[in-house]
């Protein structure tokens, strides 16, 4: 504003000491911004664009760029960043240590990097940015007037993704293949997205649960439902998600969803259980319980090692980004792994031009039918996420390690095999977009910050952050962890948790059993707790309240069912699960589909209808069908307690 145009303002407003304080203080900050800025030596247009850039981070528009926030467009750039290196980015800038980065800390840190003196993460970031596509519109949970990123490079990478796996499904050929433009209407109705999941982990969705037949607003709500419910089981976060938005095709929150997704499919067969072979990585005088602690990203990497090691090339790679923007570690990788009638060779590497080698390296790629995900531009600019997703394929498809003449090492797995319930804990705390995400349920949490913030979840501001060490540990960073899992056990014990005989060290060291009984009752505190939330009633909810409540609702309901308690053999039939879903959405259930359960298979197929049909009707379920039919009591309090908040929510 001009000073003569701050006074006409000043005409409009009562005449009043608070009013005349705001006006002179207005128009102070007004003179100090332009007065900065001038000094600075930007123009007009460039403090514009600087002001464009801090808005594609700030992303509430409150005026402060958070972790939260910077994490967010780090992962809309295809990046993973963790929570130190955030909190590092941050405080290169954050002059007032606030934790936090301002407009004016911001334009500081551009003057620099114009001046030549210092380089900035978060400036480097803010260059990436130019090739986000900035969206107006939220999340039905989100507040109003936020901007939203997406990458363009993403819609082309999955709609040709999806148009691959699903190509042969019955149900889409109708709508595939589809183009990046269509790629957020197409999801619009819910079965697409169905499909997609079971494509990543088959069997998640019963498609008898799935409304197929042109499906009126109301069947796309159910289906979004199921879809929403359904990836949370499997580990995908859907915070801030809901089923208005998928139906709406938010392009930043479907391609979120999908990434994770599909993400989860590409990675879930990197581990030793689906392919015994990648025993042949293990490093002299490394342990089989040290190889099981690599997430699936680092196995890959160690993957793309061995063979450019095996092929006689000095390079490695030590990510999905810079290190692979020529091509060349690629184009070696292919000619190594490719079975020799493919005829796959290391030509592109005669091409000097990084784009245009980039480009004959994907048409080597092609010709073993894996050259999804990437094209030229992406390997060039080192998107690290399509990348990622480039390279777990080709090991999903030519793996190509075959065990020497003396054979694969000695190794069983036993004991360090995934069991389903670890398996429903780990997809349970991802569900809730705990940072890192958790690969391994024991090495993962052995330093207590995941553990604090599933606490902190449980019940709001427990916590004392000051309390809590956090990475980098500069110094004695084992004490530091263990310092940390002891907190997680006090806190435990606040919240009235079973803890006799557990301390520190025992999460620390992964102890598999006393971190399981941490984490159980962790995932029960977290459900019950949701229970009273909705019951309001201010009284605490114990198992026998669950159990009344399934049985007066089936009374009410007219049902045959009834359970005794959570190791009710009845529960084996999944008959009680089902008719309570039809309790809560009566009618939901077709009962053409539901059998008698008189042997095995009869109930399975039952437990699977009931566990869909109770994601469809809302509850957030993460057990599995064989938790019913073998009647796993923790698995069935969870059921039947979320079906219970289900109701509840209803009411």
Same mark, same amino acid.
């Given at each position: 504003f001009t000073g003569e145009q701050l006074l006409v303002f000043g005409s409009l407003l009562q005449p009043s000491w608070s009013s005349l304080y705001l006006l002179a203080t207005t128009f102070r900050f007004c003179r100090f911004i332009l007065a900065s800025t001038a000094a600075m030596?930007?123009?007009?247009?460039?403090? !514009?664009?600087?002001?464009?850039?801090? *808005?594609?981070?700030?992303?509430?528009?409150?005026?402060? +760029?958070?972790?939260?926030?910077? #994490?967010?467009?780090?992962? !809309?750039?295809?990046?993973?960043?963790?929570?130190?290196?955030?909190? =590092? %980015? @941050?405080?290169?800038?954050?002059?007032? &240590?606030?934790g936090e980065v301002e407009w004016d800390e911001f334009l500081a840190m551009m003057e620099k990097v114009r001046a030549g003196n210092v380089?900035? $993460?978060?400036?480097?970031?803010?260059?990436?940015?130019?090739?986000?596509?900035?969206?107006?519109?939220?999340?039905s949970a989100s507040s109003a007037g936020t901007t939203h990123s997406f990458d363009e490079d993403e819609t082309v990478s999955f709609s040709d993704w999806i148009n691959y796996v699903l190509k042969d499904d019955a149900d889409l050929q109708s709508r595939l293949p589809i183009t990046p433009e269509q790629l957020f209407d197409a999801g619009s109705d819910g079965i697409l997205l169905c499909k997609l999941i079971n494509s990543s982990v088959e069997g998640t969705i019963d498609e008898r649960a799935i409304n197929k037949k042109k499906p009126n607003t109301y069947k796309q709500h159910e289906n979004q439902t199921l879809v929403l419910n359904s990836a949370s089981a499997i580990g995908c976060s859907v915070v801030n998600i809901g089923a208005e938005d998928l139906i709406a095709g938010k392009p930043h929150l479907v391609l979120g969803l999908m990434w994770q997704i599909i993400r989860i499919g590409l990675l879930a067969k990197i581990s030793l259980k689906n392919n015994p072979n990648l025993a042949?990585?293990?490093?002299? $005088?490394? #342990?089989? !319980?040290?190889?099981?602690?690599l997430s699936p990203e680092e196995i890959l990497l160690r993957w793309f090692n061995?063979?450019?090691?095996?092929?006689?090339?000095?390079?490695?790679?030590? *990510?999905?980004?810079?290190?692979?923007?020529?091509?060349?570690?690629?184009?070696v990788l292919l000619h190594q792994i490719a079975p020799a009638e493919f005829g796959?060779? /290391? #030509?592109? %590497?005669? =091409?000097?031009?990084?784009?245009? /080698?980039?480009?004959?390296?994907?048409?080597?790629?092609?010709? +073993?039918g894996c050259r999804a995900f990437v094209r030229p531009q992406d390997v060039v600019k080192g998107n690290q996420k399509l990348n990622l997703a480039f390279v777990a394929n080709l090991f999903n498809t030519y793996p190509a390690l075959e065990p020497s003449d003396d054979g694969l090492p000695d190794f069983d797995l036993g004991d360090y095999d995934e069991t389903r319930e670890e398996k429903t804990f780990r997809?349970? &705390? *991802?569900?809730?977009g705990v940072m890192p995400f958790v690969n391994n349920l024991y090495s993962d949490l052995n330093d207590g910050l995941i553990l604090l913030e599933l606490m902190n979840k449980i019940k709001p501001g427990i916590v004392d952050w000051s309390r809590v060490n956090k990475a980098p540990y500069k110094f004695g960073g084992q004490m530091k962890k263990i310092e940390n899992c002891n907190y997680v056990v006090e806190l435990a014990r606040q919240l009235k948790f079973s803890v006799v005989g557990i301390d520190g060290n025992d999460l620390n060291a992964g102890n598999r059993t006393l971190t399981l009984a941490i984490v159980w009752q962790m995932m029960r505190a977290y459900t019950i707790k949701l229970l009273e939330t909705l019951a309001g009633s201010g009284k605490t909810i114990t198992d026998a309240d669950i159990v009344n409540w399934a049985?007066?609702?089936?009374?009410? $309901?007219?049902?045959?069912? #009834? @359970?005794?308690?959570?190791?009710?053999?009845? @529960?084996?039939?999944s008959l009680p699960v089902i008719d309570l879903v039809d309790c809560i959405r009566p009618g939901i259930i077709d009962y053409d589909l539901v059998n008698s359960a008189s042997d095995d298979e009869e109930k399975l197929l039952n437990a699977k209808y009931a566990i869909s049909m109770s994601r469809k009707c809302g509850?957030? @379920?993460?057990?599995?069908?064989?938790? %019913?039919?073998?009647?796993?009591?923790?698995?069935?309090?969870?059921?039947?307690?979320?079906?219970?908040?289900?109701?509840?929510?209803?009411?």
């Open positions: 030596g930007f123009t007009r247009e460039e403090v !514009a664009e600087f002001q464009e850039q801090f *808005n594609v981070f700030d992303q509430d528009g409150n005026g402060h +760029i958070t972790c939260q926030e910077l #994490s967010n467009v780090f992962k !809309a750039l295809g990046e993973s960043v963790p929570g130190y290196r955030l909190r =590092e %980015l @941050i405080s290169e800038v954050d002059k007032d &240590m606030n380089k900035f $993460g978060l400036a480097d970031a803010s260059e990436k940015t130019k090739k986000l596509v900035k969206v107006e519109g939220l999340s042949m990585l293990l490093r002299d $005088g490394e #342990s089989l !319980a040290d190889f099981l602690k061995y063979h450019l090691e095996k092929a006689g090339h000095p390079r490695r790679v030590n *990510n999905f980004g810079g290190d692979i923007k020529d091509s060349e570690c690629y184009t796959v060779d /290391r #030509s592109p %590497l005669q =091409e000097h031009d990084t784009t245009r /080698r980039a480009e004959k390296m994907l048409q080597q790629a092609d010709k +073993i997809n349970w &705390m *991802n569900s809730l049985n007066t609702t089936l009374t009410q $309901g007219r049902k045959s069912s #009834s @359970i005794t308690g959570f190791k009710d053999l009845a @529960i084996s039939t509850a957030r @379920i993460y057990a599995l069908p064989e938790d %019913l039919v073998e009647v796993k009591p923790k698995m069935v309090l969870t059921v039947f307690a979320c079906l219970m908040a289900r109701s509840l929510q209803k009411a």
